[in-house]
Structures are given as C-alpha cells and as structure tokens.
C-alpha cells in the first residue's frame, strides 16, 4: 500500500494532480486499506457454508397464479461431493455427456471436473453473487421474478 | 455425519389443513444396512466392470450422504408452503 501511497507523491510533484487530488486518492487507499487491516492481514478467509437460491415471484396481478417464493440452500458439502461424483464417471459415459452438452449447445467438458481442482472451485464459488430481474408482461400486468444466487 | 431426521411441511391456507412430518432417518439407515451389505458383491462387480474404485465410489457416496446435512428447500405459494429439510 505504501507503494501506491509513494506514486500518488511522486504525481503531485511532477504536477500532473493537485494537493486536493492526492488528498482524496490518499484518503480512498485508506479506506479501502481498512477492511483488511480490521480482520489482520494473516486472519484466513471466511469459507462459505452454503449456496442459497432465492427467488421471488410476483403474479402481475394474475387470479390463477399468485406471487410464488423459493428459498433453497444447498450445503457446500454437497457440491464438493458432487464434484467427487463426477470424477467417477466412466470415461465412456463422461464421452456421452460431452457430446449431449454440445447438442445443447454448452461449451463444457466434463473431464475438467477434478478432484484435485475441486477446492479452487468451491473457493471461487465463495464470491460468486447472481441477479437476475425478469419482467414479463401478462394479460394482467407486469410480471416480475427476481433470482438470486449467493454463498453465506 | 449423515442426516438423521428429514422434516416435510405443508401448510395449506388456512392453516388448519396442515401437516408436520418427521422421518427419522437413522432408522432408515438403520434398516438399510442389511440391504447394503447384502448387495455389497454386485456392488463390486459393477465398479469392477465400470473400472472404478470401489473404496472411492463408497467415499464419494458416503460424502454425498453427510452433504445432505443441513439442506433447506423452501416454496412458499399462494395456496401452499412447502417446507424440506434435512438435519
């Protein structure tokens, strides 16, 4: 931080910003710096526990559907498990599921799900954060869903 | 540590017509041993003939049982919330 701290000082005495624009660059390095010094540079990284899935579905207004609300949470366990699950496939059948993701249009390979690459992927799952808002018209108004999918 | 209840919930509107069902799944699993031993050659010969390691097929899902734990699926409509959970 003390680098980013000495360019922002060597910008102001080559003049390209002014004293009030070091301050306020000073002034965020600071505060983005203070989060991390609050938990100590060497406290470990939160694991997250569970995937959670929520949806929230309004009717628009239809009589015959009515606002529908999903909640589900998954352990991380399970996915690691899951993961294990796919290293068993037999190299025939991961053949067939390759092939059924092409026809489906989706670019994957299921060989590069691995054991050995697993907590990489749990591990990035942890900041993965999904929304989607859809709005639909009906014959009744405006149909809205919210989805979100998240890991706490 | 594989799950040892399972809740199923459905309230009705109104509440009157619901229901709370616990499964105690430690007598399920209980009861399953039995069976599992007994089809514990066929399992072989099938993780023999797919070319899979058996003691790994029987970690995996042994994992996929205890990742159970503490699953949560709720679906809350205007008719009816239904409510899974697994402890």
Same mark, same amino acid.
């Given at each position: 931080?003390?680098?980013?701290?000495?360019?922002?000082?060597?910008?102001?005495?080559?003049?390209?910003?002014?004293? +009030?624009?070091?301050?306020?660059?000073?002034?965020?390095?600071?505060?983005? +710096?203070?989060?991390?010094? @609050?938990?100590?540079?060497?406290?470990?990284?939160?694991?997250?526990?569970?995937?959670? %899935?929520? =949806? +929230?579905?309004?009717?628009?207004?239809?009589?015959?559907?009515?606002? =529908?609300? %999903?909640?589900?949470?998954?352990?991380?366990?399970?996915?690691?498990?899951?993961?294990?699950?796919?290293?068993?496939?037999?190299?025939?059948?991961?053949?067939?599921?390759?092939?059924?993701?092409?026809?489906?249009?989706?670019?994957?390979?299921?060989?590069?799900?691995?054991?050995?690459?697993?907590?990489?992927?749990?591990?990035?799952?942890?900041?993965?954060?999904?929304?989607?808002?859809?709005?639909?018209?009906?014959?009744?108004?405006?149909?809205? @869903?919210?989805?979100?999918?998240?890991?706490? | 540590?594989?799950?040892?209840?399972?809740?199923?919930?459905?309230?009705?509107?109104?509440?009157?017509?619901? *229901?709370?069902?616990?499964?105690?799944? *430690?007598?399920?699993?209980?009861?399953?041993?039995?069976? &599992?031993?007994?089809?514990?050659?066929? *399992?072989?010969?099938?993780?023999?003939?797919?070319?899979?390691?058996?003691?790994? &097929?029987?970690?995996? *899902?042994?994992?996929?049982?205890?990742?159970?734990?503490?699953?949560?699926?709720?679906?809350?409509?205007?008719?009816?919330?239904?409510?899974?959970?697994?402890?």
């Amino acid at each position: 931080m003390n680098e980013h701290r000495r360019q922002i000082l060597e910008m102001l005495s080559a003049g390209k910003i002014t004293a +009030d624009e070091a301050e306020r660059l000073i002034a965020a390095l600071e505060k983005s +710096d203070a989060p991390a010094s @609050v938990g100590g540079a060497s406290a470990p990284a939160k694991k997250a526990k569970y995937l959670r %899935v929520l =949806v +929230d579905a309004e009717d628009g207004g239809d009589p015959h559907q009515g606002p =529908v609300k %999903v909640n589900i949470r998954v352990p991380m366990q399970l996915l690691r498990a899951g993961v294990r699950l796919a290293g068993l496939i037999p190299a025939q059948a991961r053949d067939h599921v390759n092939q059924a993701l092409h026809e489906k249009g989706i670019p994957f390979d299921i060989n590069q799900i691995r054991p050995e690459n697993l907590e990489d992927l749990v591990d990035q799952l942890n900041e993965l954060t999904i929304d989607v808002d859809v709005n639909n018209k009906n014959g009744y108004g405006d149909e809205k @869903v919210k989805v979100r999918v998240f890991c706490e | 540590m594989i799950p040892m209840v399972g809740v199923i919930s459905v309230n009705h509107w109104p509440r009157s017509r619901s *229901f709370r069902l616990w499964i105690p799944l *430690f007598i399920v699993w209980i009861l399953l041993l039995p069976l &599992a031993i007994l089809t514990l050659p066929l *399992f072989l010969v099938v993780c023999l003939i797919a070319r899979v390691n058996p003691l790994e &097929a029987i970690a995996t *899902f042994w994992a996929i049982l205890s990742g159970c734990r503490d699953t949560h699926i709720e679906i809350n409509n205007r008719d009816a919330l239904v409510l899974i959970r697994i402890l």
